[in-house]
């Protein structure tokens, strides 16, 4: 015979959460946000140098271009600037072609899971229209590099801030302790200024390589948005790591109030 | 001026994103810390009401014989219970195996449709003319109820508030492949946490459809479903709230389903839905922001989960809107403000569900190493964006146009005995 039944899983709960403990980790998460905004220009200085390093080694040349924002806090930033091909009329002709074909094509290959096809279309739509952009009028695009590299730095910054925001939030509520969690965000940050070195030395190597044309699916596609794909897989790992801990401590749930 | 509206549009979207990743944060918390509000099913009463299970089914000879047999195995007394599937225009041996079923057991009646509409509702109102008990318990065919199901979803009704219940969802293929473990964590995370936390809260728990149940004589004083609504289940929900009625959530009352095993499949599904759901919307907003049986809380909830499906169609003409800036040289002051909007968008509807929503559910259920696929839900979500929109629009012509939507059913794949 059993020694226990535990709880159904319908009803089943944790204790409140405890406010000591959430208000200590989101100071933690205001005093690191606080440290990347105060030493924000060492932060950045020492990113783009190892980017600027990366690129140096696979035979790129790039120049540090400090930009200074006088409206925002965020006074000088500093961005790399490289020469990145610039797309021949013949180029963007067969880009857009080949553009225009993977997404006529693309929802017939039927072994392909749907939700692949779905993003290769995207893809292929926005290179499509910068294709038609530079075979239409190559002179109005509004990007040049250094412009890509604003942008990335400044979506790359704003990511750094957030992060730590939105994993102190999800954490909040889970049973461990918080030195622990606060870890989980301390290492999702740093993952991330890792991650978002190389994207960014692979983005200018690419855009060397093979056109700026490339810029707006590179952005919109491989940007802001596999930054939570990193984030969200950091924090399934840390929750399985709970999950299995909790299922050798049955007495941590409660049932119904 | 149009760079000005074009950037107002990120911020709506972006205030909206919000406001659903707030949303279901709340839940989260609520559900995995908060009290919990018990279902009836504690409830003994010997005085069960007269049960009519209504079972729809269009070409469903892979799984009729094993529903009907999961629905004999129930242990509600046979006196009171009647089991109609309902053979709705099918060409397989759908027909042959109730017939066959019903010769072996008087309490299975089947009622075979092969004129007038075909779909869901149009199936359910014939079954209620000739259904005999005061409440319908209806399931869809690959369901596989467990043998308390039946008694503890009528008992909610000696509660005279309660006009509709609706069980859990629970996936039985749930190994066969990625989208199928993806899928178990979705309705995880919409069953465990937001159905029941919003049973919790004391705000508006929907009636799903299916492992649910209504009254019958509210059913048929509303003139039963409307054949022109795919998401007939909704449609109830609505109906019933902003008649002053509840819609009670058991938890406890899980139950099998089959779940898409190709992305396709799944994707029709959820257009289908989509379509329905959006219809819905235009249906009951008006009536919705007017009830006077309504909360105020009641109100915001009913209003968020009936926008529930044009939160891809938001997200899709906000990546849109980007683009369009993007390519006119002006997403340089924007952003921050776009990190923002894939926050939100990611966190708020990376599924039906956040990230953390479905984390905590699966930490409830006991899940451990499938918790660690969470990250695959963006393919998921890419999906859900596409779908829903053209969903979305149908449901648009279907309004406006007085188009009548055609039911596509959804494809089944069992291929053995349930163990």
Request: glycine share 6%.
């Amino acid at each position: 015979m059993k020694d226990h039944i535990y709880y159904h899983r319908a009803y089943k709960k944790l204790a409140r959460i405890q406010r000591r403990p959430a208000a200590l980790l989101f100071l933690l998460v205001v005093l690191l946000d606080g440290c990347i905004a105060y030493w924000h220009e060492p932060i950045l200085a020492r990113f783009v140098g190892v980017v600027a390093w990366i690129l140096d080694w696979c035979g790129i040349p790039v120049t540090v271009t400090t930009w200074t924002f006088l409206p925002t806090w965020v006074t000088r930033m500093p961005v790399l600037d490289a020469a990145g091909g610039f797309p021949s009329h013949r180029f963007a002709l067969t880009a857009f072609v080949v553009s225009v074909l993977i997404v006529a094509i693309m929802p017939r290959i039927r072994p392909l899971p749907k939700a692949i096809r779905v993003y290769v279309v995207f893809l292929a739509l926005l290179n499509s229209v910068s294709a038609a952009f530079f075979v239409v009028a190559p002179h109005l695009f509004p990007y040049d590099v250094l412009d890509f590299s604003l942008l990335y730095m400044g979506t790359q910054f704003g990511m750094w801030l957030l992060l730590p925001v939105v994993m102190g939030v999800a954490l909040a509520p889970l049973p461990a302790p918080t030195a622990e969690k606060f870890l989980v965000i301390v290492l999702t940050v740093c993952y991330a200024a890792l991650f978002g070195a190389v994207r960014y030395a692979s983005f200018l190597y690419l855009l060397d390589a093979t056109t700026v044309l490339h810029m707006a699916a590179m952005f919109f596609a491989l940007g802001p948005l596999i930054d939570f794909v990193y984030m969200v897989s950091i924090y399934a790992i840390y929750v399985n790591i709970v999950a299995l801990r909790l299922g050798d401590r049955p007495e941590i749930w409660r049932w119904s109030f | 001026m149009v760079v000005l509206i074009l950037k107002l549009y990120v911020v709506l979207v972006v205030l909206i994103m919000g406001i659903y990743a707030v949303r279901h944060y709340l839940f989260t918390v609520n559900r995995l810390t908060g009290d919990q509000r018990l279902f009836y099913h504690d409830i003994v009463d010997d005085e069960l009401p007269r049960v009519s299970v209504l079972i729809p089914m269009h070409n469903e000879e892979r799984v009729a014989r094993q529903s009907l047999e999961s629905l004999l195995r129930c242990d509600y007394p046979r006196e009171l219970l009647e089991i109609i599937p309902i053979d709705d225009h099918s060409d397989d041996g759908t027909g042959a195996i109730l017939d066959e079923m019903a010769a072996e057991h008087p309490v299975i009646r089947p009622l075979h449709r092969h004129e007038g509409l075909r779909g869901k509702p149009a199936a359910l109102n014939d079954a209620l003319l000739v259904a005999a008990g005061e409440i319908i318990i209806c399931f869809d065919a690959d369901y596989l109820p467990g043998q308390g199901c039946l008694r503890d979803l009528s008992i909610s009704f000696k509660d005279p508030e309660v006009g509709a219940v609706m069980g859990r969802v629970v996936p039985v293929n749930t190994r066969s492949n990625l989208l199928t473990r993806l899928l178990d964590l979705e309705r995880s995370g919409g069953y465990q946490v937001d159905q029941q936390a919003r049973h919790n809260l004391h705000l508006m728990p929907q009636y799903g459809g299916t492992v649910g149940g209504f009254r019958r004589d509210l059913a048929l004083s509303f003139g039963g479903f409307d054949p022109r609504v795919l998401a007939e289940d909704t449609d109830l929900t609505y109906r019933l709230y902003i008649g002053g009625w509840k819609v009670a959530y058991a938890n406890k009352v899980e139950c099998y389903e089959e779940v898409p095993e190709t992305w396709s499949v799944r994707s029709r599904q959820i257009r289908r839905w989509s379509r329905g759901h959006n219809y819905t919307m235009f249906k009951h907003i008006g009536a919705l922001l007017r009830s006077r049986f309504l909360s105020r809380a009641e109100k915001l909830d009913g209003l968020l989960l009936l926008h529930i499906y044009l939160l891809p169609v938001f997200l899709f003409t906000g990546i849109i809107d980007s683009v369009a800036l993007f390519f006119m040289g002006e997403m340089q002051i924007l952003d921050s403000l776009l990190v923002f909007l894939f926050v939100a968008t990611y966190s708020a509807f990376g599924n039906f569900a956040p990230f953390y929503q479905i984390a905590t559910a699966s930490l409830l259920d006991g899940v451990t190493h499938r918790i660690r696929l969470l990250p695959f839900l963006m393919f998921y979500f890419l999906l859900n964006i596409w779908t829903i929109t053209t969903g979305f629009f149908q449901a648009l012509t279907d309004r406006f146009m007085h188009r009548r939507a055609g039911w596509d059913k959804t494809s089944r794949f069992r291929r053995e005995e349930p163990a």
